[in-house]
C-alpha cells in the first residue's frame, strides 16, 4: 500500500458530496493532477480492474481528518453503508452558494429524494437534468416554503411514504398541465406563471429545463401528496361514494377547481384513487450502487440516449407554458417509479366500491 503524506491544505468535504469530487477538489487545490492522487487513495475494485475505490484509511491520512469525520460527509465511505433507496441515484451540483467557499471547483452531491430547495438561500437544486441548472426562487417564495412542508410531512410519514407520495403528486400535476382540455383547474394559471419566472420568454433554448417545470408545480404537489400520504384521505378516496365525495371536495380545493369532476377520461386523480391508493409503496428503480465504477468518478454526466437529448432539446425549442408543458415534466427519469405504475390496471373485484371505474389499458411500457 502507498505511504500517503498528508496535503498541506486538506480542505473539509461538503455534507454529502462524491467522494470523487472531494479528491477532484483537494488536487486542483493543490496544483495536481486528479488520477495521481486517486491512484494514491485509492484501490482497484478487483485484482484485475482499472476501476477503483477509495480506501477510507489513504484519504484519511491524505486529509489529516478521522475516516470517522470523512465517513459523516461522504456517504461512499459509511460502513455500514446507507440505506441507498433513499438516495437519488445520480449525483448532482450543490447550492452554488452553499459551496462558493469550497475552494477546488465544483461540488457534486449525492442527495436523497426529499431534497428540491436550498431553503437558506432560496436556491431550486432538484432533481437532477440534462444540464445542472440551479435556480433562484426569490420570486417565488411559495416554492421555498413548499420543502419546509415537504420535511414535516417526511418526519410524519416517513421516506418510503414520502417518496410515492410526492412523486405521483408531480406526475400527477404534470399530467393535468398537459391536458387537451377546456376545464383547466386553477392551479394550471400558477404553474404558467411560474413557468414564464423560471423560463422566461425568448430565454426557453437556454433556460429550459423539466427540472424547472418540476419547480413550478411543486408547491401544489406537496400539498397533494400530504393527501396521498395521508392514511386518512387514502380511506376516504376508497370509501364509499359519500366519502369519495368529500376526497373529491379536497382534491377541488387544492387544485382551485370546484367542483371536482371525477371519472374524466385520463382522470389521474380518479385513477389514483381507485387504482394507486391502494398500492405499497414505490421503491426507486435506480439506486446509486447500480451504477458501473468509472475511472473517471469526479466527472458526471447523465447517461441519456441520443434521441432522449434531442428529444429534450426539440422540448426547449417549442416550449410554451400554456400549451401541454406539462409533457416534458411527466417523462423526466426522475419521475420513472412512479410513471410506470401510474395507469397500471388491476384486476377489478366483484366487490369493487367503484364499479364505475374502468380500467385502463397499461399505456406506457
Ligand atoms: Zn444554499
New binding site residues.
Given amino acids: 500500500m502507498t505511504i500517503v503524506r498528508q496535503l498541506p491544505d486538506p480542505a473539509p468535504p461538503v455534507r454529502h458530496e462524491l467522494a470523487g469530487s472531494y479528491v477532484a477538489r483537494l488536487a486542483q487545490i493543490h496544483g495536481m493532477d486528479f488520477r495521481t492522487l486517486w491512484d494514491q487513495i485509492s484501490q482497484p475494485t478487483s485484482p484485475k480492474s482499472k476501476v477503483r475505490r477509495v480506501n477510507p484509511e489513504q484519504l484519511a491520512a491524505l486529509t489529516g481528518r478521522s475516516t470517522y469525520q470523512l465517513a459523516g460527509a461522504l456517504p461512499e465511505l459509511r460502513t455500514p453503508a446507507p440505506d441507498w433507496r433513499t438516495f437519488r441515484h445520480e449525483p448532482q451540483p450543490?447550492?452554488?452558494?452553499?459551496?462558493a467557499r469550497h475552494a477546488g471547483g465544483p461540488v457534486l452531491l449525492l442527495l436523497q429524494h426529499h431534497r428540491y430547495v436550498?431553503?437558506?438561500?432560496s436556491?431550486w437544486?432538484g432533481p437532477p437534468d440534462v444540464d445542472h441548472l440551479t435556480t433562484s426562487l426569490n420570486e417565488l417564495p411559495e416554492v421555498v416554503h413548499a420543502q419546509r412542508r415537504h420535511m414535516r410531512l417526511l418526519q410524519q410519514a416517513g421516506w418510503a411514504v414520502t417518496y410515492d407520495a410526492v412523486l405521483t403528486a408531480i406526475l400527477i400535476c404534470a399530467q393535468l398541465w398537459s391536458w387537451h382540455s377546456e376545464d383547466l383547474p386553477g392551479a394550471w394559471h400558477e404553474w404558467v406563471r411560474r413557468a414564464t419566472v423560471l423560463i422566461p420568454p425568448g430565454t426557453s433554448q437556454t433556460a429550459f429545463s423539466a427540472s424547472r417545470l418540476c419547480a413550478a408545480v411543486y408547491p401544489e404537489a406537496i400539498t397533494l401528496a400530504s393527501r396521498f400520504a395521508s392514511p386518512h384521505w387514502r380511506l376516504s378516496a376508497q370509501g364509499t361514494r359519500f366519502d369519495r365525495d368529500i376526497f373529491d371536495a379536497e382534491m377541488g380545493r387544492i387544485l382551485s377547481c370546484r367542483p371536482y369532476t371525477r371519472d374524466r377520461v385520463d382522470d389521474p386523480i380518479s385513477h389514483w384513487a381507485d387504482v394507486n391508493s391502494r398500492r405499497p409503496p414505490v421503491t426507486p428503480i435506480r439506486l446509486f450502487t447500480d451504477r458501473k465504477p468509472t475511472r473517471t468518478p469526479h466527472i458526471y454526466r447523465p447517461h441519456l440516449h441520443v434521441a432522449t437529448r434531442r428529444a429534450v432539446e426539440r422540448q426547449a425549442l417549442e416550449f410554451d407554458p400554456t400549451k401541454r408543458a406539462g409533457a416534458s415534466l411527466e417523462k423526466h427519469r426522475h419521475l420513472a417509479s412512479v410513471y410506470r405504475r401510474a395507469w397500471y390496471p388491476i384486476r377489478i373485484s366483484t366487490r369493487d366500491p367503484h364499479p364505475h371505474y374502468t380500467p385502463h389499458l397499461n399505456r406506457f411500457p
Fill in positions: 450543490a447550492c452554488h452558494l452553499c459551496t436550498c431553503i437558506r438561500h436556491i437544486i
